[in-house]
């Protein structure tokens, strides 16, 4: 009999209730399973603002949640982003959000409680991953402390040193650290600059924070820190460093240490445990788009994961998520060592903001680069065809029997669409059960980010985190195969 076999077997647990853990408790418990969340911490409050702000694609996905208005609400803004030193404007992006989001991960959190505690989702707190055994029924998690879970399915979006990552055995590769950079919130009795200074050493930075008393910090230091937790006097002797003054600094509420290491895992699952976000991926934060990948790992995974749970898919659908979601991890992950190397003072890291500076004033390579940092680029491979296969739908205006519609409300209770667009109408047979079938019109042509104008289909298969899974040319014709690949058997003897 396995170990703890005798134990209740809980569906799925989540190591972690950050944006990733938490986006994933909510895509599951929308999809009809019960997540259990373990963290860490005692209480849900995160000590200091920590990471900020989201780009145009994870807005869209919030969005096709229904939930997109609650972080617009309390965030600013942005209708630019920047690589190296160049500018780069979304307003004439094809979105319903050409912009970034401005907002403290402490909030981001904060809102996506809120709303996973809406859905009924369980949360441990102070309950933290020491171990794991696996088997072919289920995952055996030993609890720091002593205890333990069983569960169908275990996964790990527990940081970048993810317990369940190691216990698990699976390795992290890519580049060392080269410099690092010491971030805080402190309190100060100086006045302080204002803007951000790059020299030889790095990029630094301090911004007074809302309250107009907390100065948020962020300096380069002169050599590679070691892997502890810094002070308060590590903090300063790295400002008197840059700025031969450490402003008085006092009253800490956080101080960590962060380094330009950009390291990837070998594989985002092995057997029945998975990890998401900085346990599969980290990197700096040059770019500022660590939170929207984790969010878009979880809104990959979740559909998946409970489709295999309930029985509608089998087990090897999950091996989908490894192989949609790694290389988009391995382009970002790319592409911030490539930023974090224009963010010094000295020439070789001039020449390179130069030389890209050169590079982003034509039109092609802004328009590559807008669409890699704004997250609407991506495309999976689901098979060759129409340009909009593998890509997000847009949010098109449709008109439906039920008046005007945005394809986005649509999926907002994270359920697969069939949009049939098209006159012949299409029958969903066996999958009626799990797919919607919603009848539309809506003119074309469809502008695809990065693309441009493609021709209207007929009909489009848009899968629960928002992507195209199959597009009809007027004929059913390859419809039941892609509603099997990705949405399970049909019911017996109805397959359309």
């Not at 402490?106 to 809102?111: A, F, L, P, Y």
């Not at 399915?153 to 410099?179: F, P």
């Not at 907002?412 to 299409?426: F, S, T």
Request: aromatic share 4%.
């Amino acid at each position: 009999m396995p170990r703890g076999s005798g134990a209740e077997m809980l569906d799925v647990v989540i190591a972690g209730a950050g944006p990733t853990g938490l986006m994933l408790a909510g895509e599951l418990a929308l999809a009809g399973v019960e997540p259990t969340v373990l963290d860490r911490r005692p209480t849900p409050e995160l000590v200091g603002s920590r990471a900020g702000g989201f780009h145009s694609r994870t807005i869209e996905i919030l969005d096709q949640r229904g939930i997109a208005d609650r972080f617009l609400a309390e965030g600013q803004i942005t209708q630019t982003t920047r690589f190296a030193s160049t500018t780069l404007d979304l307003e004439a992006f094809p979105t319903r959000h050409p912009y970034g989001l401005g907002l403290w991960q402490n909030h981001i959190e904060r809102i996506l409680l809120g709303w996973v505690e809406e859905l009924g989702v369980t949360i441990r707190r102070g309950t933290e991953v020491a171990g794991l055994d696996q088997d072919d029924t289920g995952v055996h998690v030993l609890l720091a402390g002593g205890g333990s879970l069983r569960t169908r399915y275990l996964v790990g979006a527990d940081g970048g040193r993810s317990a369940v990552r190691t216990a698990a055995g699976i390795a992290m590769v890519g580049a060392e650290a080269t410099r690092s950079n010491l971030i805080a919130e402190v309190e100060v009795t100086e006045e302080t600059p204002v803007g951000v200074r790059i020299d030889d050493t790095g990029i630094h930075g301090l911004h007074v924070m809302e309250d107009g008393r907390t100065v948020r910090v962020v300096v380069t230091e002169r050599q590679l820190g070691p892997a502890t937790e810094p002070t308060l006097a590590d903090l300063g002797r790295a400002l008197r460093a840059v700025f031969g003054t450490d402003f008085g600094i006092h009253s800490p509420t956080w101080i960590s240490r962060f380094t330009d290491a950009t390291r990837q895992a070998t594989a985002y699952r092995r057997g029945r445990v998975l990890i998401a976000g900085d346990a599969a991926h980290v990197h700096s934060p040059a770019g500022g788009q660590g939170i929207g990948l984790g969010v878009q790992d979880a809104v990959n995974l979740g559909w998946k994961l409970a489709q295999v749970v309930r029985g509608v898919s089998p087990d090897d659908l999950l091996d989908t998520y490894h192989a949609e979601r790694h290389p988009v991890g391995a382009r970002v992950l790319k592409h911030t060592m490539v930023q974090s190397a224009t963010q010094g003072g000295d020439a070789r890291s001039e020449a390179l903001r130069d030389t890209l500076d050169e590079l982003l004033a034509f039109d092609g390579p802004r328009t590559a680069f807008t669409g890699l940092l704004s997250g609407l680029d991506v495309a999976y491979d689901v098979g060759p065809g129409h340009p909009l296969l593998g890509r997000r739908v847009p949010d098109l205006d449709l008109d439906t029997a039920d008046g005007p519609r945005r394809a986005y409300d649509l999926l907002h209770e994270a359920r697969p669409v069939l949009l049939d667009l098209g006159p012949g109408g299409l029958d969903l047979g066996g999958w009626a059960d799990r797919v919607r079938h919603v009848a539309a019109g809506c003119p074309g042509p469809w502008e695809l980010p990065g693309v441009g104008a493609v021709v209207a289909p007929h009909a489009v298969l848009v899968r629960p985190d928002g992507h195209v899974a199959w597009v009809g040319d007027g004929s059913p014709t390859g419809l039941p195969e892609a509603l099997t690949r990705w949405f399970g058997e049909p019911v017996s003897g109805r397959r359309g």
